[in-house]
């Protein structure tokens, strides 16, 4: 039974990194931008809903201004910290260090306004019930599996099926075609930005009402993230999901043989486990898709 259990909870937990590893990976994968700072769209988000639910508005409300916030924290990256990079042909080194330092600042800032301890969203959804004999679920299990199901199928219908999501694709290999169809590669990596945040809100909304949000979240989601990846093939969208999924399984897994404190540690031996007998990951795709 204590399988079954962190079996479920593994679940959970995976959603919440396919949808932040899938975000990253399509930023990644279009624009071939590492961009750091995707762990602090994250926490914005989750504070985000968390002040709205203080404010005692509506869930879907908070929702809302939660990928809202996100979005627009991408878009203004893109924006007025990448692009101007970029346009002097600034170094991997320059777009990391200017994208850790932003999050540095959000840091913080959410430290100062909303405190430096663990803050949690108090809801039903939350309250787990017994559903088998020593098996507990909360409904927020089911709704995050859900959530991250529905958006990676509208995002592969979008991907596959939009002219949009088609450029999206091209973008990192040829930017010239993209003009040749009167596309702006400036407007598509905007765009890349704008889905590929907006994917950490929901997750970041999930862990809001569970394990709860720090000022410093931002730094393990982004781990996560990059550890995903890696293993799920560098630019491979489903790649980085499905090694999300398999990471957070992985990882409650592993409290049954190993401390609390260790069980992070699995997400890493299996990244190195990849990269010294898989570099090229699960897929191991040139491109998000």
């Given at each position: 039974m204590l399988f079954?259990?962190?079996l479920?909870n593994g679940?959970q937990?995976?959603?919440?990194?396919?949808?932040?590893?899938a975000?990253?990976?399509l930023?990644?994968?279009?624009?071939?931008i590492f961009h750091?700072a995707?762990?602090?769209?994250?926490?914005?988000?989750?504070?985000?809903y968390?002040?709205?639910w203080?404010?005692?508005?509506?869930?879907?409300v908070?929702a809302?201004?939660?990928?809202?916030?996100?979005?627009l924290?991408?878009?203004?990256?893109?924006?007025f910290?990448y692009r101007p990079?970029?346009?002097?042909?600034g170094s991997?080194?320059?777009?990391f260090?200017?994208?850790f330092g932003?999050?540095?600042?959000?840091q913080?800032?959410?430290?100062?306004f909303?405190?430096?301890g663990?803050?949690t969203?108090d809801?039903?959804?939350s309250?787990?019930?017994?559903?088998?004999?020593?098996?507990?679920?909360?409904?927020?299990?089911?709704?995050?599996?859900?959530t991250?199901?529905?958006?990676?199928?509208?995002?592969t219908v979008?991907?596959t099926?939009?002219?949009?999501?088609?450029?999206?694709r091209?973008l990192?290999?040829?930017?010239?075609?993209i003009?040749?169809?009167?596309?702006?590669?400036?407007?598509?990596?905007?765009l890349?930005f704008?889905?590929g945040?907006?994917l950490?809100?929901p997750?970041?909304?999930?862990t809001a009402m569970?394990?709860?949000l720090?000022?410093?979240?931002?730094?393990h989601?982004?781990?996560?993230?990059?550890?995903?990846?890696?293993?799920?093939?560098?630019?491979?969208l489903r790649?980085?999901a499905?090694?999300?999924l398999?990471?957070?399984?992985?990882?409650?897994?592993a409290?049954?043989?190993?401390?609390t404190?260790?069980?992070?540690?699995?997400s890493?031996l299996a990244?190195?486990?990849?990269?010294?007998f898989?570099?090229?990951?699960?897929?191991?795709?040139?491109?998000?898709?």
């Open positions: 079954l259990q962190l479920l679940l937990t995976g959603a919440i990194y396919a949808l932040t590893a975000g990253f990976a930023i990644f994968g279009a624009t071939r750091f995707h762990g602090t769209a994250f926490t914005l988000a989750g504070y985000a968390l002040f709205a203080r404010a005692g508005w509506p869930g879907w908070g809302l201004i939660a990928v809202a916030v996100a979005t924290f991408g878009m203004a990256m893109e924006r910290v990079i970029q346009r002097h042909e991997f080194f320059t777009v260090v200017a994208a932003v999050g540095i600042v959000v913080n800032l959410v430290g100062m909303a405190g430096r663990l803050a969203v809801t039903r959804l309250f787990a019930t017994e559903v088998m004999p020593e098996i507990f679920v909360a409904p927020i299990l089911w709704i995050a599996i859900a991250a199901a529905v958006l990676f199928a509208a995002l979008f991907l099926r939009t002219h949009a999501g088609v450029a999206l091209a990192a290999q040829n930017p010239d075609l003009r040749t169809y009167g596309l702006s590669a400036n407007g598509i990596s905007v890349a704008a889905i945040s907006a950490a809100a997750a970041a909304i999930v569970t394990s709860g720090n000022e410093a979240i931002g730094h989601v982004m781990l996560i993230s990059i550890a995903a990846t890696i293993v799920g093939g560098i630019g491979s790649g980085a499905l090694a999300g398999m990471l957070g399984v992985a990882e409650s897994l409290l049954q043989f190993v401390d404190q260790w069980a992070e540690a699995v890493f990244l190195f486990a990849f990269i010294l898989r570099p090229s990951g699960i897929f191991g795709v040139a491109m998000a898709r």
